[in-house]
């Protein structure tokens, strides 16, 4: 295991994949970080809004202490506000796929000549923090089953709730929804309909507080500017970017030759050991 790497679950992928195009495998080797988006400017914004329906499908009344409905009610309140755009938090995404070789995502985002990256899980869950918290990369798997979200959000609800009096007062009503509020707004953009579940999706997310613009840095995109946060992939200790294992060519037209280019362009930077391998889906 390479230094500072930490060790995997059982069940987890040793490499995860990022697709991309050419512009962004030059930006990601030369700039040695990878671009987290604002999910609210992703290429399909229901991303953003699948988690905060799931989330208020699950917060619906039901027959409950008065304390519970009203904390319920406040937070249903607070995704209303998200709604209309009354965020105290925003959420940064850069996503990755525990499969570096899938059709659809090769339609998706490596059309006409795409890579895939793959990263070292270990050494990537080395640059993250354990959990969520302010300004940091984690990452985490999308959940995709329905029940397993529901339950989660429950969970979260329950311990929002737990310790309140039977009577409790506004201040501490409104503790309880905002804390509820904080953990499921980090929780939603780690959901997806489960018919996305072949994507088999790991994500670096970075919250950040909604006012704050620093270190943000903005790209073109389909819907104009799209704001993103760097997450640097250096190794802390080498100033190096150490993680990437293998990358992808994506099915196209002269893919020899951009196996060949891809080759030379990391062994430039003193990358040479990275393995450049040719897709396996014909092109279509």
């Known amino acids: 295991m390479a230094p500072g790497a930490v060790p995997l679950a059982a069940d987890e992928p040793k490499l995860l994949y990022h697709y991309t195009d050419p512009a962004g495998l030059y930006g990601i080797v030369e700039n040695k970080n990878l671009?987290?988006?604002?999910?609210?400017?992703?290429?399909?914004?229901?991303?953003?809004?699948?988690?905060?329906?799931?989330?208020?499908?699950?917060?619906?009344?039901?027959?409950?202490?008065?304390?519970?409905?009203?904390?319920?009610?406040?937070?249903?309140?607070?995704?209303?506000?998200?709604?209309?755009?009354?965020?105290?938090?925003?959420?940064?995404?850069?996503?990755?796929?525990?499969?570096?070789?899938?059709?659809?995502?090769?339609?998706?985002?490596g059309r006409p000549r795409g890579f895939s990256i793959g990263f070292d899980t270990a050494q990537l869950r080395s640059l993250c923090s354990p959990s969520p918290k302010l300004n940091e990369p984690t990452l985490r798997y999308v959940m995709y089953d329905g029940r397993k979200q529901e339950e989660l959000i429950s969970f979260q609800f329950n311990q929002a709730v737990y310790g309140l009096p039977v009577r409790p007062t506004d201040e501490q009503l409104q503790a309880a929804a905002a804390n509820f509020a904080y953990e499921v707004f980090v929780l939603a953009p780690a959901m997806k309909h489960h018919s996305?579940?072949?994507?088999?999706?790991?994500?670096?997310?970075?919250?950040?507080?909604?006012?704050?613009?620093?270190?943000?840095?903005?790209?073109?995109?389909?819907?104009?500017?799209?704001?993103?946060?760097?997450?640097?992939?250096?190794?802390?200790?080498?100033?190096?970017?150490?993680?990437?294992?293998?990358?992808?060519?994506?099915?196209?037209?002269?893919?020899?030759?951009?196996?060949?280019?891809?080759?030379?362009?990391?062994?430039?930077?003193?990358?040479?050991?990275?393995?450049?391998?040719?897709?396996?889906?014909p092109l279509r």
Not at 87 to 105: K, N, P, V
Not at 215 to 223: E, K, Q, T, V, Y
Not at 234 to 246: A, D, K, Y
Request: hydrophobic residues 40%.
């Open 196 to 281: 996305f579940s072949s994507e088999q999706e790991a994500r670096l997310h970075v919250y950040r507080q909604a006012d704050d613009t620093g270190g943000l840095d903005f790209r073109p995109g389909a819907m104009g500017l799209v704001p993103f946060v760097p997450i640097d992939l250096r190794n802390p200790e080498t100033g190096e970017m150490t993680l990437v294992r293998e990358v992808i060519i994506g099915p196209q037209s002269n893919e020899r030759e951009s196996q060949l280019s891809v080759k030379q362009f990391f062994a430039h930077h003193g990358m040479g050991d990275v393995k450049v391998l040719l897709s396996k889906v």
């Open 35 to 109: 671009r987290a988006s604002d999910v609210w400017f992703m290429n399909d914004a229901r991303e953003a809004i699948y988690g905060l329906d799931t989330v208020e499908q699950a917060l619906q009344p039901r027959n409950e202490p008065a304390r519970d409905a009203e904390v319920r009610r406040r937070a249903l309140d607070w995704i209303k506000n998200v709604r209309m755009g009354e965020e105290f938090l925003r959420s940064y995404i850069a996503c990755l796929s525990a499969d570096g070789d899938d059709l659809s995502q090769w339609r998706a985002y």
